[in-house]
């Protein structure tokens, strides 16, 4: 069974990009009939926060992405211990006694040669008379895992295609802080082992990640996942945007994005794939491919997504939003004016409007007449079909009135907007009574 996970650290709100990973890998877990698993990095207990994982499970609930099951990793650290002793016992981990300040003189020390900085493995030089000594001074070691220097690392990228990194080339990475606690990268293999990880679906940001993960999931005796990194997104601007980390599912639900909006645009952006108004995920669902991602960053337009949302309103129907309508806005309503909507919030503003009372502006003199004349045929007309055509009919015949002369001026004195939403569609809501109202002022 396919299986993928989506894992952020609870150190803050999911921003865009957080959702575009967690939206990917649910959609390719429903397109494969497989699970989708929330994987809670609470590791650093310093940096994470209840709150920050309330609102995850919050935000991936109104986004519809709801996971299959969830772990935290703050409740898997005797896992963590078994597997790490392991990984010492068969010599892919050793202990290394650099401090900070050491580490970074030698990555200078590199840099100033024309060297890369990468780590010279002093430590496995190191005796266990040496190392004794060390401990007994009161220095604690962190932890590195050793990567294998005898061949290259390769993968076939669902999304990157072949790639292959040199070992030679990288630091063992640093698994274990000296004060015993995780990095990222251990915890995440072993994690993704015990949990039947099949596929890894994250940014291109991960890509050296990987690299090195693949050797620990190797070293553990485990089968490899499939891996998939995704270009990351950039600004409208077309350069990394530092606002894409500020916007997320609290910034769209206050600026009235909807879910759906989201999950169309954040879907097919970087991809071969049109953006389209698709409330539905099924279409979504059907097309994902990894295939037809492309390598350049994926453009995010805070304005291409009002536009999307506004154009998934006007095909949204009313049982999907009547409770967030205002008392008493019914079908009929909601079909008139959500034309003209770019946010359900708006829906109120066209409730006023029916329900009235109108702010209209003062009519120009000419009109004075008009509009008098105006609700005097409004009293007579037949309002049992199409009112709006009777009426309009009716004062051209009249006055020889036509095209904005002959309608502008009624909408003026009827909604108090001189643009808005079909008057056919709004007069029977508004009502033979109001409309009378209306017209004399």
């Known amino acids: ?133 060390l401990e007994a001074e009161g220095v604690r070691p962190h932890w590195r895992f050793k990567l294998d220097h005898g061949a290259a690392i390769e993968w076939d990228d669902a999304v990157r295609g072949p790639q292959r990194f040199d070992p030679a080339t990288m630091s063992d990475p640093v698994i274990r802080r000296a004060d015993g606690t995780w990095l990222y990268m251990l915890p995440s293999v072993i994690d993704d082992i015990d949990m039947g990880v099949t596929q890894v679906v994250r940014g291109e940001d991960h890509v050296s990640n990987t690299a090195l993960q693949i050797q620990m ?26 606002r894409l980390g500020s916007l997320g599912v609290d910034h769209f639900r206050e600026i009235g994005i909807e879910p759906q909006a989201v999950r169309a645009l954040l879907a097919r952006i970087g991809t071969s794939d049109p953006v389209e108004p698709v409330a539905d995920m099924a279409p979504l669902i059907a097309g994902f491919d990894f295939s037809r991602f492309g390598r350049a960053p994926a453009r995010f337009d805070e304005a291409e997504l009002a536009q999307l949302n506004a154009r998934i309103l006007h095909q949204t129907p009313y ?19 959500r034309p003209n909507l770019n946010t359900v919030a708006e829906a109120a503003d066209w409730w006023q409007v029916i329900e009235g009372p109108v702010d209209a502006p003062e009519p120009v003199e000419d009109d004075r007449a008009y509009l008098a004349q105006a609700a005097e045929v409004a009293g007579q007309i037949d309002w049992g079909k199409d009112p709006w055509a009777t009426l309009t009919a009716a004062l051209k015949d009249a006055t020889g009135r036509k095209g904005k002369t002959l309608f502008l001026p009624l909408r003026l004195a009827l909604t108090g907007r001189a643009e808005g939403p079909d008057m056919a569609a709004l007069l029977p809501l508004i009502g033979r009574e109001r409309t009378i109202a209306r017209l004399n002022g």
């Open 217 to 242: 999931f190797q070293a553990l005796g485990a089968e490899l996942p499939r891996f998939a990194h995704a270009a990351l997104l950039t600004g409208h601007e077309g350069k990394l945007s530092k």
């Open 1 to 133: 069974m396919t299986v993928t996970r989506f894992a952020p650290s609870p150190t803050g709100r999911l921003h865009v990009g957080n959702i575009r990973t967690a939206l990917h890998n649910w959609i390719y877990a429903q397109k494969a009939g497989g699970r989708f698993l929330l994987r809670i990095d609470d590791t650093d207990a310093e940096r994470s926060e209840e709150r920050y994982v309330e609102a995850i499970r919050a935000d991936l609930a109104w986004l519809g992405l709801n996971p299959d099951s969830e772990v935290r990793q703050s409740e898997r650290f005797a896992l963590y211990e078994t597997r790490f002793a392991e990984l010492v016992a068969s010599g892919h981990v050793y202990p290394a006694y650099e401090s900070a300040q050491e580490l970074d003189l030698k990555r200078k020390i590199q840099l100033g040669r024309g060297l890369p900085p990468v780590y010279d493995r002093a430590a496995l030089a190191l005796t266990e008379e040496d190392r004794a000594k």
């Open 319 to 337: 049982e999907a939003v009547a409770g967030r309508l205002p008392t008493g806005m019914g079908a009929a309503e909601w079909g008139a004016v």
